[in-house]
């Protein structure tokens, strides 16, 4: 398991890199970083595919409603690259595979907010790396997650305790 965290973080160190230097990452990280999910997540006995399709579900509908938001601003279809790249997208699914459900649904809102507020104090903020931003928290969470007692990966149980904790 140490195997895999170090390489994910390699590759995440690497689309860190490429994204704040040039706004753009190699596509092929991606499918590396799916399939080592994917394979950690049979070694551990664990291959959860409703939870694939429901996060891969969620993130064609955050897709599409940024698409049909552009749409309607602009009154004409604009490409996506103009305001989404597709390592963003590629990352997204990526996160899809990581995580379980509401997990997913909270690394990805808390992340966007941080990364809009980290935004809020920049002048320059025309092209965003998203994903190299996204990265920088996910190795976060990652060196963090051994010195908890759960996984803080696929765990929607754990997630959903120490939410209804904080409102006892």
Known sequence: ??????IVI????????QDFKERAVYWFFFPVLIILV????????NLPFEEYFVNLSFIGLQVS?????YYIKKRRLVKMESYLGLGDV?????LG???????????????LLLILLYLLFLKNNRNIPLAGCQSIILIIIILINPF??????????????YLTRIYE
Do not use: C, R
């Not at 994917?38 to 006995?45: A, E, R, T």
């Not at 409603?65 to 938001?69: A, E, F, G, S, T």
């Not at 590629?90 to 990526?94: A, P, Q, R, S, T």
């Not at 908890?148 to 305790?161: A, G, M, P, W």
């Open 97 to 111: 595979f990581l995580f379980s459900p509401i997990t997913f649904l909270v690394f990805q809102l808390s992340s």
């Open 38 to 45: 994917i394979i950690k997540d049979s070694y551990v006995g």
């Open 90 to 94: 590629l990352f997204f699914i990526f």
């Open 10 to 17: 390699i590759i995440l160190l690497a689309i860190i890199w």
């Open 148 to 161: 908890t007692q759960e996984t803080l990966f696929n765990s929607d149980e754990i997630l959903i305790h």
């Open 65 to 69: 409603v940024l698409h049909n938001y």
């Open 1 to 6: 398991m140490v195997a895999f965290y170090i």
